[in-house]
């Protein structure tokens, strides 16, 4: 199985400011024949089931703000969200659909400081 | 817009058998491109794949899981079900059923729409 870690496993930012989660696999999620990193994030907020932000690493699905960004490639990952808002308080999880079992990482939670 | 909605017991005693129901409306569980997921989260914990199932009743599981899980798909009622044998203590959680999209071209898959989940708690 591929083992998604991510860090911190908590984060308070204040309003405004930038957020970063860092999101590592045990193993490569890029595809060689494509370039591309088979890499997702969610966002589940309380009481809600989660809620799909990006895929391909980095491609934002359509409606999420422009304040959330993916990046990195091969192993380790980054969500930022770039100016924190309230409506962004939520659990954040990565997760590889390279290979089955599909696998996620434990969450960070991120609260406003 | 699709909706899913999880429905069956809350209460399962530890050697018996979780089983649950997915509704899907407002789209068909037949439609291409699709599968048909479930993903259970235990309490405060992150989130495990279990398994899915194409509208042709082709099925993928959780290796740590495929020794007591069945999922299946009845498309007339546009619906489809998953079976947990054995069940213990460490399988209460929240049960979510997603669609699960998926591109065989590109490799491309995620959960767009899921249920809002019911908790499954294992206990005598």
């Known amino acids: 199985d591929i083992v998604m870690t991510q860090s911190p496993d908590s984060l308070a930012v204040s309003l405004g400011e930038r957020a970063t989660i860092n999101c590592k696999s045990s193993?490569?999620?890029?595809?060689?024949?494509?370039?591309?990193?088979?890499l997702a994030w969610y966002q589940q907020k309380p009481g809600q089931p989660p809620k799909l932000l990006i895929y391909?690493?980095?491609t934002r699905k359509s409606g999420v703000p422009d304040r959330f960004i993916g990046g990195g490639s091969g192993t380790d990952f980054t969500l930022t969200i770039s100016s924190l808002q309230a409506e962004d308080v939520a659990v954040y999880y990565c997760q590889q659909y390279n290979l089955t079992p599909l696998t996620f990482g434990q969450g960070t939670k991120l609260e406003i400081k | 817009q699709v909706q899913l909605q999880e429905s069956g017991p809350g209460l399962v005693k530890p050697s018996q058998t979780l089983s649950l129901m997915c509704t899907v409306s407002?789209?068909?569980?037949?439609?291409?491109?699709?599968?048909w997921s479930w993903i259970r989260q235990h309490p405060g914990k992150g989130l495990e794949w279990i398994g899915y199932?194409?509208?042709?009743?082709?099925?993928h599981y959780n290796p740590a899981l495929k020794s007591r899980v069945t999922i299946s798909v009845d498309t007339s009622k546009n619906q489809f079900s998953l079976k947990l044998t054995s069940v213990t203590a460490a399988d209460t959680a929240v049960y979510h059923c997603?669609?699960?999209?998926?591109?065989?071209?590109?490799?491309?898959?995620?959960?767009?729409?899921w249920g809002q989940g019911t908790l499954v708690t294992v206990s005598s």
């Open positions: 199932i194409h509208y042709t009743g082709s099925t």
């Open positions: 391909w690493a980095s």
């Open positions: 997603a669609r699960d999209y998926f591109d065989g071209n590109s490799g491309l898959r995620y959960f767009d729409y």
């Open positions: 193993q490569s999620v890029l595809y060689n024949s494509n370039n591309k990193n088979y």
């Open positions: 407002g789209g068909s569980i037949s439609s291409s491109g699709y599968y």
